[in-house]
T-cell receptor, first 114, second 112 residues
């Protein structure tokens, strides 16, 4: 059974903290994504990676960075957490250049910044 | 810039009814289109994927169609059940990119 696993379901962090969200996939996928989901705004792409050590900014990268040191792991980093980063964070993965294969999502991390 | 729209935002139907969810996109140069289901507080589950060269895909009571030239897709759910209650999202993968662009979803409620 294919799987994308996010390290935490729920997180509560304080303003100004450095926060790490981890995502691991076991499907040998090249592409990995971080989205955030907010009511009324839908899913918005934060960062995308198509290979180890490669990254591309999505639509809302400000305040975030990412790390991909291994193919199966993609980390989202909030350098200094702020209350407007309270959200549901979703990680996904997919195969590169394959129009006939799906993207798979993790279970989500609900982050609250207080 | 690709924009994906889903109408209606919410839909409530009685059990047993057949229903159609709509998705439209502004740029027809897509790689594929995918329909997802999301239960409250959970991640997304893939339902159907249609490649840009295909017209439709079926899985059980679900049928998704794609008209790339007009920028539209529909998800047909036959004989709806209360367990179908969820938010349904469509997403396109833009040609020349690997990124998924999402609509905001249709929240479906099937009443017993």
């Amino acid at each position: 059974d294919v799987k994308v696993t996010q390290s935490s379901r729920y997180l509560v962090k304080r303003t100004g903290e450095k926060v790490f969200l981890e995502c691991v996939q076991d499907m040998d996928h090249e592409n990995m994504f971080w989205y955030r989901q907010d009511p009324g705004l839908g899913l918005r792409l934060i960062y995308f990676s198509y290979d180890v050590k490669m990254k591309e900014k999505g639509d809302i990268p400000e305040g975030y960075s990412v790390s991909r040191e291994k193919k199966e792991r993609f980390s989202l980093i909030l350098e200094s957490a702020s209350t407007n980063q309270t959200s549901m964070y979703l990680c996904a993965s997919s195969l590169l250049y394959r129009a006939n294969t799906e993207a798979f999502f993790g279970q989500g991390t609900r982050l609250t910044v207080v | 810039k690709q924009e994906v729209t889903q109408i209606p935002a919410a839909l409530s139907v009685p059990e047993g009814e057949n229903l159609v969810l709509n998705c439209s996109f502004t740029d027809s140069a897509i790689y594929n289109l995918q329909w997802f289901r999301q239960d409250p507080g959970k991640g997304l589950t893939s339902l159907l994927l249609i490649q840009s060269s295909q017209r439709e895909q079926t899985s059980g009571r679900l049928n998704a169609s794609l008209d790339k030239s007009s920028g539209r897709s529909t998800l047909y759910i036959a004989a709806s059940q209360p367990g179908d209650s969820a938010t349904y999202l469509c997403a396109v993968t833009q040609g020349g990119s690997e990124k998924l662009v999402f609509g905001k979803g249709t929240k479906l409620t099937v009443n017993p």
